[in-house]
């Protein structure tokens, strides 16, 4: 039976206003958790260095490629990663700061003379190596340059000095590449010149010993396509030639900057080898053609050709070094600022809204999460709905947590810690309150159960110890006597009674005295004045309650209680604790379980009703006790329940204390 009703109790279907209500208990949990986040956060986030970014960007154009190429350098599409490996290479960072003013140079705070094996300049260099952001903007040549430091105006200047140095790179690998180029070109000239010279007094001295001879125009036609495929030949040969010592010197200084990159090689050697051999076939071709004439016409058409490609190659060496000149005089290099570096506003570290955002959320979550987590730990039952699912049994009342407003007695204080259910008694409370409004629903909801009237005796006990269930017992008999009904009061527990406590009376005689045949019940009982209660307590302690219980002089007492009183109401121990109440249970009417809400788990609830209902006894119901109707069915039945009882002193309390 138990586990299917564990099984409705785990199935059972959890509402939004159930889990605020989880929230609304544990209220404090979250807070201390949100406050636990947010505060060590907001600190750490006060005394972090703020960190600045200031932002420059530039771009690389694509130099226009003269006819040889011979005048200015190459790129390829690796281009931009050259740049941005020379953006990031230490020794371009070294320039950065033997540039930047010694103010700037201050904001890094190391010392003139720094405890490293480095120097100051090469540590500031590292420094500025990891605060250092290259970023190639897509589908473009743009480049973005980005440096992080605790100072903005340092962040901008330091951007702006890097922009300077790779221009000044540009320019300075720019102007070296293109005055080793000149020298390439100056030594060709030298060189055709003299070819040029010789290929003429040649050709001279064969025409002046063989006047006559001459080419047919068909012959000529043909030596004039050799001799520009031959040109186009050494053009390529000396691109060739160019290319590679571009290579070369471009690879040296890459090398210097950054040791770890490797330059790609250039496509263009590729295609200027693939040139040189289609040029190749070509010309050879045209010689086959030209093997057909006679031998001194052949003799004429190689000379002819001999000095008309050393006059083109010569021509053509001659514009490239004015072209030279003229690119070595500009100062334009290929890389151009698009926007320069800004002093930034606002500091990009720490972001104190996002990292309290977060801290927020983070808090939050920690303290939903361990009230979920403690909810899941908690096994106690807390409302009606949870015991009569759990336990089925009828919930009579609901005691509600006294209201700190009651008034609470002096003894209840000494002797229970403030640490038990429903502090108050009944005459310290007013007839309007919502407690003493409870205690009445018991009596309404006990007077339906016993309509014939043959529940005479009646057995108050708990699942253990601290469930409110001594002073409930007081309360009901005290109820019961005020409405008029003859009631005894009989305190069972011969263990700890505390009944005589509650009355500021005395222990003994008691019940034990009367079982033992010292005293009669007549003379052990205490008659509280003009009431209609009267009270047995429990007497002297014994050394074997349960055995006492189960003698036979106990089912005389309840006998004779039944004949002289209209209701007797016993106080009896925990069930888990002893078997005093199980003795007991099997000689009442009925027996009635108090449960404090929120503090008996339920295993140690089922356990308790499975003792009783191993004995021969009758569960008249459960009373839940010390409900905190706010906390249990939220703030709405609260107000309500409250403003019902208490809304209107000013009408209903006018009786004033019970």
């Avoid at 100062?331 to 990009?348: L, M, N, R, T």
């Avoid at 005459?427 to 909801?445: I, K, M």
């Avoid at 019940?521 to 050394?543: C, F, M, W, Y």
């Avoid at 006894?617 to 109707?629: K, P, T």
Wanted: glycine share 4%; hydrophobic share 40%.
């Amino acid at each position: 039976m138990y586990a299917s009703d564990t099984a409705k109790m785990q199935s059972k279907h959890f509402e939004f206003s159930d889990y605020l209500s989880m929230l609304r208990q544990r209220k404090w949990l979250v807070i201390f958790c949100l406050i636990g986040v947010v505060i060590p956060v907001a600190m750490v986030t006060q005394f972090m260095t703020p960190v600045y970014e200031a932002e420059a960007s530039i771009i690389y154009k694509k130099p226009k490629e003269p006819i040889f190429d011979l005048g200015q350098p190459r790129y390829d599409n690796s281009a931009l990663v050259n740049i941005t490996e020379v953006l990031k290479s230490r020794k371009l960072a070294e320039e950065v700061v033997n540039s930047l003013p010694a103010e700037v140079i201050q904001e890094f705070g190391f010392s003139e003379h720094p405890l490293h094996d480095l120097s100051l300049e090469k540590l500031i260099a590292r420094q500025l190596q990891k605060n250092l952001r290259v970023i190639p903007v897509r589908s473009s040549d743009i480049l973005r340059i980005k440096i992080r430091t605790s100072s903005p105006i340092a962040a901008k200047i330091i951007a702006n000095t890097y922009v300077e140095r790779i221009i000044d790179w540009n320019l300075r690998t720019k102007r070296e590449e293109i005055i080793s180029v000149r020298d390439f070109v100056e030594m060709q000239l030298a060189v055709f010149q003299d070819k040029l010279s010789a290929a003429e007094d040649t050709l001279r001295v064969f025409k002046e010993k063989n006047p006559m001879i001459s080419l047919s125009d068909r012959h000529a036609e043909i030596l004039k396509r050799t001799t520009e495929a031959e040109v186009r030949y050494n053009e390529a040969q000396a691109e060739l030639a160019a290319q590679r010592q571009r290579q070369r010197d471009a690879e040296r200084k890459i090398r210097k900057l950054a040791p770890s990159h490797i330059l790609a090689p250039s496509p263009l050697e590729a295609d200027l080898r693939a040139k040189q051999q289609g040029l190749k076939k070509i010309i050879a071709d045209y010689n086959e053609e030209l093997q057909s004439i006679p031998e001194k016409e052949l003799v004429l058409a190689r000379l002819i050709r001999n000095r008309d490609v050393n006059e083109k190659i010569y021509s053509i060496l001659l514009e490239k070094r004015e072209e030279i000149r003229i690119v070595e005089a500009s100062k334009i290099g290929d890389i151009q600022v698009v926007d320069a570096a800004q002093e930034p506003i606002h500091p990009i570290k720490p972001k104190k809204k996002r990292y309290l955002a977060f801290a927020f959320v983070l808090g939050m979550a920690i303290g939903v999460g361990l009230t979920f987590f403690l909810e899941s730990l908690d096994t106690s039952l807390k409302s009606q709905e949870e015991i009569e699912d759990y336990i089925n049994l009828r919930v009579l009342t609901l005691i509600p947590t006294i209201n700190p407003t009651n008034r609470i007695s002096g003894f209840m204080k000494r002797h229970y810690n403030n640490n038990n259910a429903s502090y108050a008694k009944l005459t310290d409370l007013r007839r309007s309150s919502s407690t003493y409004e409870a205690y009445r629903a018991f009596q309404v909801n006990f007077a339906l159960i016993n309509t014939d009237n043959i529940l005479r005796n009646i057995l108050i006990t708990s699942a253990g110890p601290g469930e409110g269930k001594t002073l409930t017992t007081f309360n009901l008999a005290k109820l019961y006597a005020q409405s008029g009904m003859k009631t005894l009061l009989i305190d069972c527990d011969l263990r700890c009674g505390k009944i005589h406590k509650i009355l500021n009376g005395n222990r003994e005689p008691g019940l034990t005295n009367v079982l033992m045949n010292e005293i009669a019940l007549h003379h052990a009982i205490q008659r509280l004045g003009n009431e209609k209660l009267d009270v047995l307590s429990t007497g002297t302690l014994p050394p074997n309650p349960s055995e006492l219980l189960s003698t036979q002089g106990m089912r005389d007492v309840l006998a004779e209680g039944k004949d002289n009183y209209e209701l007797v109401i016993l106080d009896s121990p925990p069930l888990i604790a002893v078997t005093d109440s199980i003795v007991l249970s099997a000689l009442v009417d009925g027996v009635c379980l108090v449960i404090r809400s929120g503090k008996t788990s339920r295993e140690v609830i089922r356990k308790a009703k499975q003792l009783l209902e191993s004995s021969p006894s009758r569960i008249v119901g459960v009373i839940l006790n010390d409900i905190d109707l706010k906390r249990v069915y939220g703030d709405r039945y609260y107000k309500n329940y409250y403003y019902y009882y208490l809304g209107n002193n000013d009408q209903r309390g006018k009786d004033g204390p019970v």
